[in-house]
Each structure stands twice: as C-alpha cells, then as structure tokens.
C-alpha cells in the first residue's frame, strides 16, 4: 500500500520514508501521529461514500498502524513534517542559524514568548491556505548584530524542542537510521520566515540535517 492510499492528502508529511518497514523505527510519538492522519482520510474517504472494501482495507492498515505504535518501546522527535500545533509561549528551543546571512551563531538557544495565528498571501497554496502559527523566540545572545529574536512557522525544520535536540545528539551514535530519516524528512526548499521578514536568503540548496546535528 503507498503512502497515498493510507493518508490521502497528508501523504507529503511521510517525506524521506519510502519502505513501511522504516515506521518501525519512528518511535510511538510519530506512530501516534500517523494514526491520527490515517484515521482522518479514513473518516474523510467514507463521508465522501467510499467503497466497503477499501474502507475495511484502510481500517486494517490503521490497526496495524495502532498495534505498532503500542509496542514501540520509546518516544522520538517528532518529525518536521508532522508537527500541527507543537510549540506553546514559555517553550525552550534551539534555533540553526548556520545557513542564515549574518547570523553570530551557528545553534541557538531561545525561549519562545509569542504565538499568534498569521496569513501570508504567498503561502496561500499551501495546505492550510496560507494561515500558520507565527512563533517568536528570543535568545539570551544576539542572533543578528541588531537583533536577538526571530520569528518561525511551526513546520520550520531549523527551529526543534531542546528535548528534541538533545535526544537527535544521542541519536547521531545510538539510532543512526532514525537520524537519517528525520534528516530527509526535514528537507524543503523555502526560505525561513525570519529570512522572509528580514529579506534575506538561505542557502536552502545545502540543506544538511545530520551535518547541523554534528556542528552544535
């Protein structure tokens, strides 16, 4: 079954896993969102009258979906592309500026002290038609030589928990293959919101996860 058929629309969010076989190694908090998308296209494809067999077929998959989930043995970061609604104000995080013109520091650390819903007219293709969070953080340091915040949208892969960080630092010598495919699924080509709002430009074409990880 491809990713497609499972999760419809929100097949995009499963970037960098190409084989069922790597959702094993997902850990049960990306396990649990998986079932969540799953069980939405489900509910979606039998409001729109959805043939029975293919509705049973999806409620198969998501068993197992379930049943994986209930025996991973540990939590892991959440992948990029399935956060929603992940950061809350009072949230610490660590912030990569290390593809950003200008910035004074390659990861730093901030606090998280706004969250506010937002419209960006050029992001209106997107799946949620240009709304987001807009987030703003703050460091305890200058990121930029007249500035010590920046703001992010809630899907900007350089902006991740501290938690989240340091369990990605263990898991470059524990869990390599983890590692691997939260890199891949990070991957895009768009530029930072902070970049937009300050008129900069990432060098997003040199996008390296795992090189990130081993340079904080």
Known sequence: MNWSTLFGDSSERLQGLTEYMQLQNLGRTNLDRLVTLAQNHTQSLWQAGGAAQELRTLREEITKLSQARDAASEDKPLLP???????????IVKIYLGDTPGALTIWATALITERTKSHRADWKNAPSEGYYWRHIAVGEKAFFPDSSS???ATSEPRVISLSDWQALQKALQDDAAFVSLF???????????WCLERGMVAD?????YKKWLRNG
Do not use: C, K
């Not at 592309?81 to 949230?91: A, C, P, Q, T, Y």
């Not at 891949?184 to 080509?189: P, Q, T």
């Open 81 to 91: 592309r399935l956060r929603i609604e992940n950061f809350r104000v009072g949230d």
């Open 150 to 152: 920046v703001a992010f």
């Open 183 to 193: 890199a891949a699924n990070a991957l895009r080509d768009w530029q930072p919101l």
């Open 204 to 208: 997003v074409a040199t996008m390296d």
